[in-house]
């Protein structure tokens, strides 16, 4: 237990702390599923072993977890953090609210800013991009 982090309600991060090719996991309870972040395949709660080479740290994402990846940034100006790829892990319902603002000032404590919600529908097989709820200079 004590070899794990959460990124956030969604996603399971297992260090590697000696070099070795696989490592045991434990997946928490109480998630109907859990994905392997870079292959996709998904597994049960409990305890699991996993390829953990040491240029590939193992991720385990929850079912129900929406993702939005970009671009690697180093800083926010850097370029357009376009285009998103937006991933769902599907297994129940899930949500996830995107929030942007203009990455450079602090107009965001006064209300210049806005989230996008995202909603997964695991019997429909739905996702849904809502509409967006505020707004912020230069979007």
Known sequence: YQRRVHGGPSILVSPILTPS?????????????????????????GWTLVNAPLEQIPLHVRSGSILTLGPFLQYTTEKPSDPLEIRVFTGQDGQFDLYE???ISNDYKSGKWS???????????TL????????????
């Open 128 to 139: 849904t991009v809502d509409n967006r709820i505020g707004s912020y200079p230069g979007m």
């Open 115 to 125: 989230i996008i919600p995202f909603i997964w529908q695991e019997q429909s097989q």
């Open 21 to 45: 090719t696989h490592r045991n996991v434990y997946l928490p309870m109480g998630t109907k599923m859990w994905f392997d972040f870079w292959t996709g395949n998904n597994q049960s709660s």
């Open 101 to 103: 603002d203009d990455g």
